[in-house]
């Protein structure tokens, strides 16, 4: 693991959004193609502000959700709902948006066709993950019903994921999709999180999933 730290959060955001799109245009120059994922929530809001406005081959990157709550875009609660409001705008509004989410009472009944939609974009060639203050990311959260499933490295794309900490059902990207990716960053801010992230480094996966990525990640953090 690298710990970058930031004097503060409107540096850490603007910082993090150049490396990121740096990141993708060698991708884009070398292979004509990139695939990024991001995380959901307001944190890195911020960050897709400033991404969507850079001057990319966009119309060449696919974005795909780190995971996804199970529920339509129509719902505030929808992480596509918020990058669509953030992200796949301005420039960015030429990028692939790869859906986490489609039509049916439970993710089980769409698994398999969300992930054949991801399948030809992987390896992840950028991943931007966030960590909550338990150690979880994506929606590889601590107890939750399939975390063992989850973090094998002979996960499929992805699973459901039911925790009492997740509210409604998720839907993720598995350890083996996120161990896969070229470039790994995590955004976290403020002191919990940092002793969180301390704390993960002490832990194995099963209790502090995050760890399944920390080896080969750059941690960015601002008070």
Do not use: C
């Amino acid at each position: 693991m690298k710990l970058e730290t930031y004097p503060d959060r409107e540096m850490l955001m603007l910082g993090l959004a150049n490396v990121i799109a740096g990141q993708l245009a060698d991708f884009l120059r070398r292979d004509g193609k990139a695939t990024l994922s991001v995380p959901g929530g307001t944190t890195p809001g911020p960050i897709f502000d400033t991404l969507s406005g850079v001057d990319l081959d966009w119309a060449n990157v696919a974005v795909v959700l780190n995971d996804e709550r199970w529920v339509p875009e129509s719902s505030p609660r929808s992480n596509t709902r918020l990058l669509r409001e953030r992200l796949i705008r301005g420039r960015a509004a030429q990028a692939r948006l790869l859906p986490l989410y489609a039509p049916a009472d439970e993710p089980e009944a769409m698994l398999e066709a969300l992930a054949d939609g991801i399948r030809p974009h992987l390896p992840i060639s950028v991943l931007l993950l966030g960590m909550g203050a338990d150690m979880h990311t994506a929606s590889l959260f601590p107890g939750a019903d399939r975390l063992a499933e989850a973090l094998s490295p002979h996960a499929p794309i992805l699973l459901p994921m039911r925790a009492e900490a997740a509210g409604e059902p998720r839907i993720t990207l598995t350890a083996p999709v996120l161990q896969g990716a070229f470039h790994t960053h995590i955004l976290i801010t403020g002191p919990e999180k940092r002793a969180a992230l301390d704390r993960a480094m002490t832990l194995p996966p099963l209790e502090a999933p995050v760890r399944a990525v920390l080896d080969s990640a750059t941690v960015h953090w601002a008070e």
